[in-house]
């Protein structure tokens, strides 16, 4: 499990990492319309990254305390568009993304090997374990990476 762990924990600073470099017109400029960049700014990106860890830190630590509970999905679309995504402060939302990360590998790096085999009921995944959570999330950065070079490419900022 301390692979996951760690490649979850050494994401802390991806997603100051992806807009490093960047103007505030660079963050919030439209993406190129062949789609193959996603549907959202690059800044819409990396708050959807920090809420979506918020979600993920309050998922895996009730897998970790409770018995088997109920794991709710959200709608990113709808959070995007009502809160305002290409409005908030970037650098902020990177440092609370950091921090975060940090403060739950420390917590979860703290269990016993036997807790990543605890399991969660997702509404729309179904059973999940707090190792597979784990590697979700860690996964989640690294596929929105793929989108957010994309349109760095498409801005010529690589």
């Not at 979850?8 to 960049?37: E, F, K, T």
Request: hydrophobic share 45%; aromatic share 6%.
């Amino acid at each position: 499990m301390s692979t996951d762990l760690d490649g979850y924990l050494s994401q802390a600073d991806a997603p100051a990492r992806m807009i490093d470099g960047l103007s505030a017109s660079d963050l919030v400029a439209p993406p190129p319309r062949d789609g193959a960049a996603g549907q959202w700014t690059i800044q819409q990106v990396v708050v959807h990254l920090w809420h979506s860890d918020l979600a993920a830190t309050h998922r895996m630590l009730r897998i970790a305390c409770e018995d088997r509970p109920l794991l709710i999905a959200y709608d990113e679309t709808a959070h995007a568009a009502a809160l305002g995504y290409n409005a908030l402060d970037v650098r902020l939302v990177c440092d609370a993304f950091r921090l975060n990360r940090l403060h739950t590998a420390d917590v979860l790096g703290r269990l016993p090997d036997s807790a990543f085999a605890r399991v969660g009921i997702h509404n729309q995944r179904g059973a999940v374990t707090l190792g597979e959570m784990v590697k979700i999330y860690a996964d989640h950065v690294d596929h929105h990476a793929a989108f957010v070079a994309k349109k760095r490419a498409a801005l010529a900022k690589t």
